[in-house]
């Protein structure tokens, strides 16, 4: 991933850490004085360094700590005072740049804060959607965020075992937190920062301030040798786009009744007008349309009273320019106008070459996962239809939604996680 090589504009303090093992993952910070070059602690002069003496930041992110390999030419000092390098937050020359991520518990309703907010709770005010309550991390996120901006405020920050930040901010709602990216997980929910989210297509990380530089300082020679050895174990970045697969998700789309009646009043594309272009951004577009195509489909009513649907062929251009990628077929419609405009559909369906799921020509087709591949991401969409009516579900011979069966659902979702492929489950329920 190519960035700029610019440090953040954000400024900075400088504070001392104190280590008990120079490589150790659980090292707690510790503020101290600022020691000058060339003066060891108690004023006294350190001993010569070699020139491949490298000091490394205990406040580098674990990751980066785990993944680095000196050459045979460099080795690591015991202290920064005592070695021409410093690999550390900041750094001259760049190695790395880690992506942080602001987060909350998935069911919050603010979707972002400011960073002035942000910087402003982390000085120990109380500013923003989230003011007054502690930001949520881990000991690791800590000690670098402490080297990017400052030391936080007394009680400004909440530090946890990694592994249990998301329980925890679950059982405190609200809550709020900063996690590693790759950190991330479905029971957090990303805030925006100033707008910007990693989770983002179009997101740029040297515009966004949670965007942490790690790099060297020290002569320039000998920095530029020992960033080219570190290249090739140290990785650039924890967020790689080319990984990153954006999936939309609609709920039930039925091209019927007043959204036909109006789409005939205003174009076809009417319906699109507002969302069109987020559904587009996406790499995967998720349709839910339960009713089906039909050619002999009457105009549409605005004021139908019964519950037979269809919808006119034409309308499949609206799911063609949202950039329709998946559909779904759990909907209690799609027989309504009898077999023969389900199989028209599916076969509609396949002439865009989109895959279908929670329907199908029949019972063994419709209770079927299909699995997408896209940016190396294998996913897996299941569905099924609990409430009928009997009319809509498939059977061995005929086409129409999966009628539920959640010990078999449960069974394939359990074999799908254990072949690496993230399993998304989906039902038509109830009008409530």
Not at 1 to 16: A, E, G, I
Not at 33 to 49: D, F, H, L, R, V
Not at 116 to 121: E, F, N, S, T
Not at 376 to 387: D, H, S
Request: glycine share 8%; hydrophobic share 40%.
């Amino acid at each position: 991933m190519s960035r700029s090589t610019s440090s953040p504009r954000h400024p900075r303090l400088v504070w001392r850490v104190l280590c008990v093992s120079l490589l150790a993952g659980a090292c707690v910070p510790t503020l101290g004085p600022e020691i000058a070059p060339g003066q060891a602690p108690g004023g006294s002069a350190p001993p010569p360094a070699a020139p491949g003496t490298v000091w490394i930041s205990p406040s580098l992110p674990a990751v980066v700590r785990a993944k680095l390999q000196l050459p045979a030419s460099f080795s690591a000092a015991p202290d920064k005072a005592s070695a021409p390098l410093q690999l550390r937050v900041g750094g001259r020359w760049p190695l790395a740049s880690w992506v942080y991520a602001l987060v909350a518990p998935f069911p919050t309703i603010p979707d972002g804060a400011s960073l002035q907010d942000l910087r402003q709770d982390w000085q120990g005010g109380n500013s923003g959607p989230f003011g007054g309550q502690p930001l949520l991390m881990s000991p690791d996120t800590y000690a670098v965020l402490s080297a990017f901006w400052q030391a936080p405020a007394p009680g400004a920050t909440q530090v946890l075992p990694a592994d249990q930040l998301v329980d925890y901010a679950w059982a405190r709602r609200p809550a709020w937190a900063i996690i590693p990216f790759e950190a991330d997980e479905p029971r957090w929910k990303v805030l925006e920062l100033d707008g910007l989210s990693p989770i983002h297509k179009d997101f740029d990380p040297a515009a966004y301030a949670l965007t942490v530089e790690i790099g060297l300082d020290g002569p320039d020679a000998l920095a530029q040798a020992l960033v080219q050895a570190l290249r090739a174990t140290v990785p650039s970045t924890n967020r790689d786009p080319s990984k990153l697969t954006t999936l939309v998700m609609t709920g039930t789309t039925a091209l019927t009744r007043a959204t036909a009646w109006t789409t005939e009043q205003k174009g076809i594309d009417y319906p699109a007008r507002d969302i069109g272009d987020w559904l587009r951004g996406a790499d995967l577009t998720h349709i839910s349309n339960e009713v089906s195509f039909n050619p002999e489909c009457p105009y549409p009513n605005r004021n139908q009273l019964d519950l037979f649907f269809c919808s006119s062929p034409r309308y499949l251009q609206l799911l063609e320019d949202v950039g329709t990628k998946v559909v779904e077929l759990t909907g209690n419609h799609l027989n309504d106008y009898g077999t023969a405009a389900d199989r028209y559909t599916l076969q509609l369906y396949r002439e865009q070459g989109w895959v279908y799921y929670g329907g199908g020509e029949n019972l063994a087709e419709a209770r079927q996962p299909v699995v997408v591949m896209d940016h190396g991401n294998r996913i897996a969409f299941i569905g099924c239809n609990p409430v009928g009516p009997v009319y809509d579900w498939a059977t061995e011979d005929l086409p129409g939604s999966a009628p539920c069966d959640l010990n078999y659902m449960t069974d394939q979702i359990r074999e799908l996680r254990l072949q690496g492929i993230l399993p998304i489950a989906t039902f038509q329920y109830y009008e409530y």
